[in-house]
């Protein structure tokens, strides 16, 4: 159970909540929804115990389970299977076993192999005790319906990407949340902030069935209708413009007919409200002729100001990022090629002979299963890593602007001013305020470090980079994710707009038919194919 009073966050001096009292229970699956900057990330992360609120008091009862956005870093030499295994402390149990057994082969003396026969029985005692090779089973399951196959547990985390790592995290909290018995998922609380990203369509299918009949608590921050659908049976909505989060003791189908009928209220109220004002106006102009009802009109003409003033604060408009990419550098008929692009971590190879002609205003979507390399590829286009083999040819004119989805284009220890400032250092000073301006980041938020912003916020300070950038190249690796609905808009019409070059990587169908490819390249064969819809059934599968 958590529970909060009088809470209060702010981003600097921006109020996020305000004396905010909210409380998580067993059985409780709660959606905290808003819009992208409200605090929703900052929220969760206070309620996990990982950040210190601006005024308040948390408590909590029981085991707490907090994927965060970004995936932890921690020892990245163990296997996915070990962090995995953490969650219940089996994989510690599990290697002084391997290590214990060892000894009793190698001890020669007899006392000291029966000495080892005994701590290698007491650690079988604990082993099972906290479930043993069933509870090691089940953690296999819960990876392969999280798209984690056998394969990919045994590898080291430091060889995996970071979709890969951040569904290990999810397996490791899912996997503590399922252990029955003290401790077990009746006394965990869940907070997962976009638990979707980087799953494909079974497995989102799979943890919406779990976090269904998951009897603990839940919050969870998703901008997958579909799961916020399915799952919560309270919502909490934080209202960036009022600084409250209002709580709603509702499924999503009922907050949703709810919220629709607050605002039909609200526009009957302004409505009336200017109406009101209306003719406390016309009657002060009225009064206002005759110098003895000077001081009433006056009086009058005050009450209609402030009934208006009253009521835009009570109805702020909330306001959307205007994102359109760049016109593009002029630049010759190809220019991007890549040849023979071939990438392994360690012993495991990624995918081999890879050939891309990327031709000027051509659409091409890179589509693969989990782990197949499309991020990779795109890290290679970018320069960001060098491949094994092959090589990408710049062609005239090339300008690439590149799209990350763990955001790894923005210095997080840098302020959001100077990531765009670092991006356009020949633009003038008013042009880069202006465009962040159009991206929502103004005043001193500018001064905020980008590893403070949410993960919405991260990815319209990335897309403001791209904006800035004039590149007729985009690599983009799954631009809409994280976005609230609005901004998600957005940025599917920046590319229906786009009229440069596309690479992109995404489990998005709309996001391909905003983007109409013509081409798609299909790894880990690094195969090249005509785009068709028969394609599109493959998009949230891959």
């Known amino acids: 159970m958590i529970s ?19 409380r ?22 206070v309620l996990a115990g990982e950040g210190e609120p601006y005024g308040g008091e948390i408590t909590s009862h029981g085991e707490i ?23 219940r402390g089996l994989d510690r149990i599990l290697r002084d076993m391997e290590k214990t057994q060892s000894e009793m082969a190698e001890f020669v003396d007899d ?12 650690l079988e005692e604990r082993f099972a005790a906290r479930g043993g090779y069933a509870a090691e089973g089940e953690a296999g399951r819960i990876c392969s319906n999280l798209g984690l196959p056998d394969g990919v547990l045994q590898q080291p985390l430091s060889t995996l990407s970071g979709g890969q790592r951040r569904r290990v995290e999810l397996a490791r909290i899912l996997f503590a949340a399922s252990e029955t018995g003290p401790g077990g998922a009746s006394n965990t609380t869940l907070l997962l902030d976009e638990p979707t990203n980087h799953l494909d369509a079974d497995s989102i299918n799979w943890l919406r069935d779990f976090l269904k009949v998951h009897d603990g608590g839940l919050v969870v921050i998703s901008h997958d209708v579909e799961l916020i659908d399915a799952v919560v049976n309270k919502v909490w909505y934080l209202d960036a413009a009022r600084g409250v989060a209002d709580v709603y003791n509702m499924n999503w189908q009922r907050y949703q007919e709810a919220r629709a009928d607050d605002e039909k209220r609200r526009r009957r109220e302004r409505a009336n409200a200017e109406k009101k004002a209306a003719t406390l106006k016309a009657q002060a102009d009225k009064l206002g002729a005759k110098a003895t009802k000077a001081v009433a009109a006056k009086n009058m003409a005050r009450r209609a100001d402030q009934m208006i003033a009253e009521l835009d604060e009570d109805q702020p408009t909330e306001r959307t990022a205007k994102i359109r990419f760049p016109s593009p550098a002029p630049c010759g008929s190809t220019p991007m090629t890549a040849r023979g692009l071939s990438k392994s971590y360690g012993s495991l190879e990624i ?21 197949a390399g499309k991020t990779t590829l795109l890290r290679l286009l970018a320069g960001m890593e060098t491949p094994d083999a092959g090589e990408v040819q710049p062609g005239y004119g090339l300008r690439v602007g590149y799209y990350a989805q763990e955001h790894e284009t923005l210095d997080t220890n840098a302020t959001v001013w100077e990531n765009i400032r670092t991006v356009a250092p020949e633009t003038s000073e008013q042009e880069l305020r202006t465009l962040l301006g159009a991206f929502l980041f103004a005043g001193e938020q500018l001064q905020q ?28 690796d799954e631009p ?13 019409d920046a590319l229906r707009s786009f009229t440069g070059s596309v690479v992109l990587v995404t489990h998005d ?17 690094g195969s090249e194919d005509h785009w068709s819809e028969e394609y599109m059934d493959f998009v949230q599968l891959a």
């Open 4 to 22: 909060a009073s009088g809470l209060e966050l702010r981003a600097g001096s921006r109020i996020l909540l305000a004396d905010t009292s909210l």
């Open 24 to 45: 998580v229970q067993p059985g409780d699956r709660v959606g905290l929804v808003g819009r992208n900057g409200a605090g929703k990330t900052t929220t969760l992360r």
């Open 65 to 87: 389970g907090y994927l965060p956005q970004d995936p932890r870093e921690g020892d990245l030499s163990i296997t996915a299977k070990d962090r995995v295994l953490s969650a």
């Open 111 to 122: 006392s000291a192999r029966d000495k080892a026969i005994r701590k290698y029985g007491k």
């Open 351 to 371: 995918f081999s002979g890879v050939d891309l002609a990327v031709d000027r205003g051509s659409k091409v979507v890179v589509l693969g299963f989990n782990g």
């Open 449 to 476: 470090p980008a590893g403070t912003l949410s993960g919405g916020e991260k990815t319209r300070l990335a897309l403001a980079g791209l904006v800035s950038s004039a590149a007729n190249v985009l690599l983009l």
């Open 480 to 492: 809409t994710n994280n976005l609230d609905p609005a901004s998600r808009e957005q940025v599917l």
């Open 509 to 525: 169908p709309g996001a391909v038919q905003a983007l109409e490819p013509e081409r798609v390249i299909l790894l880990p064969d």
